[in-house]
């Protein structure tokens, strides 16, 4: 993954969203889950689809983890997934697991086609049972299409706390096929993923089997949906599925294709884009803001200095307050568990430097402060142990972060 480099071929396409790839259709409907928004969606491949899928580490998982993971394990292959917002379907016991069996089996039965053909997923309030008589009159309410609108009222059948919806869309050339891919996100709280902490779906027209399609997204999810924090707490029920049916025709794609980087590269533009609009959608956040380290001797120890730097609570209070207070950067380093010299850091709010090879420098606060009140704030941070770098994804910690988690069920 450290080799991967920018490809000029790769284009993102305006209003992309889940569908932009062929053979793909989608629903969003209200069923009552929530008082009057969409609350199950699904995604549909017109043909089987091979399907990958990293998880939350979190030890508690939810049951539709349990459903998906045995789906995806009996041919590596699935039609689609049903997902429902408002409940996590998360420490409810058996009961919870019979009814995340029973929401793919109605899902299955509404498109003829045998229960392992979908995944499953839930997101919103832990430990209560899902309402399922409004399962099923919302399933049978599912009429799916490929439209714009039927991928904008997918996006919002899937948000809890999120204030917009997420979703982009990418195309390329591999084997000269038009390979295009697509995707859709929520999160907003509770962000702080560990092999994914929110729910993500990506499609792609590509022809690639399971295994190789698991093997580049496991790869590419440590540089992306795991560099991104919200409030360092991590979620029981999410993940990242990816579904690709094919339709491109390409030759198969596996590590041994000659353009396999090149599909590595629009999977991970994919992916970082859907991961710095939930990072940007933090509860009650009002910037993004991106961390750059720069100059350590492994990628995985400027990775998490990165994220130790944007997950910290200080750092987010300061940039929230647009205050260019780098001691609190330099102090997250410090407790990063990552060794480096302080006497050869050097740190800056975009190209503005406040400390310099361990000494602080002048500078003009005004300047510092215009910049800060930036929607998108980038930090860098410059040391001298080695060639490699790591980046992370965060955003500022407000007021209304409070008072959204102080009412959460209310």
């Known amino acids: 993954m450290n080799t991967l480099q920018p490809v000029e071929t790769i284009k993102q396409i305006k209003e992309g969203n889940i569908l932009t790839p062929q053979g793909f259709k989608a629903s969003g409907v209200h069923a009552g889950l929530r008082y009057a928004k969409k609350d199950i969606g699904v995604i549909f491949s017109e043909v089987n689809a091979s399907a990958a899928a990293v998880y939350t580490q979190n030890v508690v998982q939810a049951a539709p983890i349990n459903v998906t993971k045995e789906s995806i394990s009996f041919t590596g292959k699935l039609h689609g997934i049903v997902v429902n917002s408002a409940c996590a379907n998360a420490c409810t016991g058996e009961q919870g697991l019979r009814d995340a069996y029973e929401m793919r089996k109605l899902t299955a039965h509404k498109f003829g086609l045998e229960n392992h053909a979908f995944a499953v997923a839930s997101t919103g309030v832990i430990g209560e049972y899902l309402d399922m008589e409004k399962i099923k009159n919302g399933i049978d309410l599912i009429e799916i299409s490929d439209t714009q609108e039927a991928a904008e009222d997918f996006g919002s059948a899937i948000l809890t706390t999120d204030i917009v919806t997420k979703s982009c869309g990418y195309e390329t050339v591999i084997d000269g096929k038009v390979v295009k891919m697509g995707g859709a996100a929520k999160g907003s709280g509770m962000i702080h993923p560990n092999m994914a902490t929110m729910l993500g779906f990506i499609t792609t027209d590509a022809v690639i089997e399971a295994a190789s399609l698991q093997e580049a997204l496991s790869a590419i999810t440590n540089d992306t949906f795991n560099q991104i924090t919200v409030d360092g707490d991590c979620s029981t029920n999410d993940m990242v599925l990816v579904l690709a049916n094919g339709e491109a025709g390409n030759a198969s794609l596996s590590n041994a294709h000659p353009e396999w980087p090149v599909f590595l590269q629009l999977l991970k533009q994919t992916s970082e884009s859907l991961a710095k609009q939930i990072a940007k959608d933090g509860e009650g956040a009002t910037k993004l803001i991106e961390v750059n380290v720069h100059g350590m001797e492994a990628k995985q120890d400027a990775q998490m200095m990165a994220k130790t730097i944007v997950g910290s609570n200080l750092v ?46 002048q500078f003009s606060e005004e300047e510092a402060k215009a910049y800060l009140e930036n929607e998108n704030i980038t930090i860098n941070v410059f040391l001298q142990d080695g060639n490699e770098s790591g980046t992370a994804w965060g955003c500022d910690l407000t007021y209304d972060y409070v008072k959204i988690n102080g009412s959460y069920r209310s």
Do not use: Y
């Not at 997250?332 to 503005?352: D, H, K, L, W, Y």
């Open 316 to 361: 987010k209070t300061a940039a929230f307050g647009s205050d260019a207070n780098w001691g609190r950067i330099i102090a997250a380093m410090g407790r990063s568990g990552v060794n480096f010299q302080p006497t050869q850091a050097t740190i800056a709010f975009g190209e503005i430097v406040v400390l310099k090879d361990g000494e602080p420098v």
